[in-house]
């Protein structure tokens, strides 16, 4: 089985977000980056499949700079991945261009069938949960997001996906598929030690988007007018003991915010 | 005159409010308006969108769709949107909108913003901005396809007009494609909760760890939120000890949510958390200690004992309510 996963490059959680001088970006120096962490369930989930399926392998594709997306490639090659492929790409990454790029990039590397694709279920920079969905489309596959549990026999997959109002579905999806993991699928491996050595000499193959035949226009979509959320007036905090506190916040809230 | 097709979803008889708000601001900019509904009852969906401003409504009736299957919907919804000639089209930020409009806008040669939270129609033109970074920083989105622009905008972030019962819509009916699908949904496990998704509450009742545990976040906060008819929101800490399931989370790993109203109880308010809620109009923090971070985020901040407050909270708020 080929078994893809397709990660991103992203700030840190605890990063504080700046903007350059011109408002049209954020401050890319002032940011700790690391794999996003929805696709770090994504590349466990592939991990798992490849020991379950014997002759399996598992390549890492991610589209972002190389100056530093290799980094995250090699994290999940020191997980346990096979090879990883670079697709030498912008700072700004609109979700139209990534999975075109992915799409074109596994097309290349081969046929799709008997192929299991991961992503994370979103990239938790741009907040698009957009990519996978494009993907299959691109790939003329099935797809499922925010998928909790899955298991797959390789003609056919069944994966649990949350929906609204903490409810489940359990759907099936026939032949090769993407899936999006959400954080409930698995518990993510930390690399280890031999596992960072080893990494270090596995394949990771570099191109540019320009080899896909993919240009800026493919991104569609773009940003300007960066802001930073407005400063909220100060606090008012309500004194006293609990029933008055209480009385006081519902009343606040009744009269004076007028939201009850 | 701009044409914009608006994507209405429903539940109970009822077109969700989301949409209300989208039929709303595409009528009041004076642009030709469509709607689209999808599903089991859509026919009689279709009127209740023409109060609102719908004067074409393209309607699949079939029991066969009565259950969301992106493959599908994804057919029939490019579809309309070719059918439709629109050049902008409006959806709620649904966890089904966000599932299927990506796959839609490939197919249709466009671009998709979700989770928007301003949106301004005047003539043809459309302004949109979306929060990034899960809210630490808002930016403008520029279109630049061909295709029609995509907007799935989150709820609660626009007025509803009054229905004006006197409109009607002329119906276009849509059949259900011939198509040999890959998606399967073999089974729908409900949830315990009726209520609102997280990302579409108007008011939040949230807890984290100074709750103690599962049972007591449960006994404190569900009187509270179903005296509020609000949704229950989860901190991570809470989630990863398992009180909670993830799609309880708020925060950037988690939900990015915009209620009228959050009210956070035990939670010390660390970035990732607070960079889920900046979409709130009014915050409430209830902490026992008064250097928590999350109290300079709120609007209104309580020093105390959760246990002690909450109760009296659900107290007052069912004097009123």
Redesign the interface.
Known sequence: MNIYVCIKQV?D??S??K?NSDASF?DTAAVKWVMN??DENAVEEAIKLKTSQEGSKVTIISVGPKKRTTEALRTALAMGADDAILVDGPDYL???LT?KALAKTIEQEGKTDNTQIFTGKLA????????S??L???LN??????V?KFETTGAET?V?R??????????????S?VVAA???LNTPRYASLPGIMKAKKKPLKEINLSDLGISE?D???????????AE??P?????GE??A???E??S???NS?K?? | MSKILVFCEFNNGLIKKGALELLSIAKNSGAEVMSAIIGKGAQDMAQQSAHYGAAKSFVLESDDFS??N??SY?HVMADIIQQSGAEIVLASS???A???F??V???TN??????CHELEISGGNVTVRR???????????????SGPKIILMRANQLPVNDADTALSSEVVVITAPQIDL????????????????LT?AN?IVSGGRGLKDKDSYYSLLEPLADT?GATLGASRAIVDSGWC?????VG??GK?VAP??YIACGISGA??HI?GL?GS??I??INKDPDAPI???????????VF??VP??T???KN??
């Not at chain 1, 109002?165 to 026939?174: A, D, P, R």
């Not at chain 2, 990034?132 to 630049?144: E, H, I, N, S």
């Open positions: 700030p959680t605890e504080k977000i903007l954020i962490p929805y609109a979700p139209n999975a938790i920079d741009f907040n698009n949960s957009s990519v969905q494009m299959a489309e691109h596959l099935p797809h499922a997001t925010v909790s069944t649990q949350e929906v609204e109002g903490g409810s489940f579905e359990v759907i099936q999806l026939k032949g598929n959400n954080k409930g226009e991104g569609a979509l773009s940003y300007s007018a960066f802001q930073l959320p909220k007036p606090v008012q905090m309500i004194d609990a029933p506190q209480a009385k916040l519902v606040l809230l009744r915010a939201v009850i | 259950n969301y992106s493959e994804t649904s966890m089904l966000k599932d299927l990506p796959r806008a490939v197919k466009s671009a998709v913003a979700n989770d929060a990034l970074y899960a809210g630490k920083c808002t930016a403008q989105v520029d279109f630049k396809t890959k998606t399967l949904i073999k089974e729908i496990v409900k949830g315990t909760s009726e209520k609102l998704d579409e008011i509020l399931t993830h799609g309880m989370q950037q790993t990015t009228t109203l970035i990732q960079a900046t109009k009014v409430v923090a109290f300079k985020k709120s609007t209104y901040g309580i020093v105390g004992d002690d407050v009296k909270l107290e007052e708020f009123i309510l």
